[in-house]
């Protein structure tokens, strides 16, 4: 560790993250208790019993909620992180440079420092190059999977409550409601993409790794 870092508390090297966990978490427990109360409303509108807290969670009402969210966000930083790599936007901050090499794209090179796959060598390093987009797709799937599942099961408590009979998932997969849940949420993340791309182009923000210098040109591509 060096010396510089010894001298920051643990809360100054880690408070980016340490935040928007805590966020995170407490955002979370919001929308399960508030989830909870309008279920609990609707139940009780459709003349059906409540249910408990605990009940809730395994409800496809929350199910569905959370990872619908999760799955868009996932979905968002996965094509992000992907595209970013060969696709340019002049005068963006959040763009390679048009001309000029990029630090990240150079060979990685094995040294002390260095993360172990990348002293490993071969198709651990291989993996390793690649595992940022990876591991968003693989969380983007489980949380696709997971929504489509939840909102399964809350189809079928909705078809249950009005005497209706219960649909399978491949029948359910080829109506209208899961789609549209879906697509209303991947059109926000690709607008937020859009936003961030084209509004530093000409907007800055002094001191965040996001934005270009603020006495820097607009046609200045990248950080």
Do not use: C
Not at 132 to 153: D, N
């Amino acid at each position: 560790m060096s010396t510089s870092t010894k001298q920051h508390s643990f809360l100054y090297r880690n408070g980016l993250g340490l935040l928007f966990s805590a966020l995170f978490v407490v955002t979370l427990i919001a929308q399960a208790f508030t989830g909870f109360h309008k279920h609990n409303s609707e139940l009780a509108q459709d003349h059906a019993p409540q249910i408990s807290f605990v009940a809730y969670l395994n409800t496809g009402h929350f199910i569905s909620a959370t990872f619908e969210n999760f799955e868009s966000e996932f979905l968002q930083m996965a094509l992000y992180v992907i595209l970013t790599v060969g696709l340019r936007q002049k005068g963006s901050a959040e763009s390679k440079s048009l001309d000029e090499p990029e630090e990240v794209d150079r060979e990685p090179q094995p040294g002390p420092d260095a993360p172990w796959p990348v002293r490993k060598g071969g198709i651990i390093l291989k993996l390793y190059e690649n595992s940022l987009f990876t591991v968003f797709a693989i969380l983007f799937l489980i949380s696709w999977w997971l929504h489509l599942y939840g909102s399964w099961l809350d189809h079928n408590e909705q078809q249950v409550l009005n005497g209706q009979p219960t649909d399978t998932m491949a029948n359910y997969l080829t109506q209208a409601n899961f789609w549209f849940e879906t697509f209303q949420n991947w059109q926000s993340e690709f607008l937020s993409i859009a936003s961030i791309v084209l509004l530093t182009i000409f907007l800055r923000q002094k001191g965040s790794p996001e934005s270009k210098p603020v006495d820097a040109p607009h046609s200045k591509t990248g950080k």
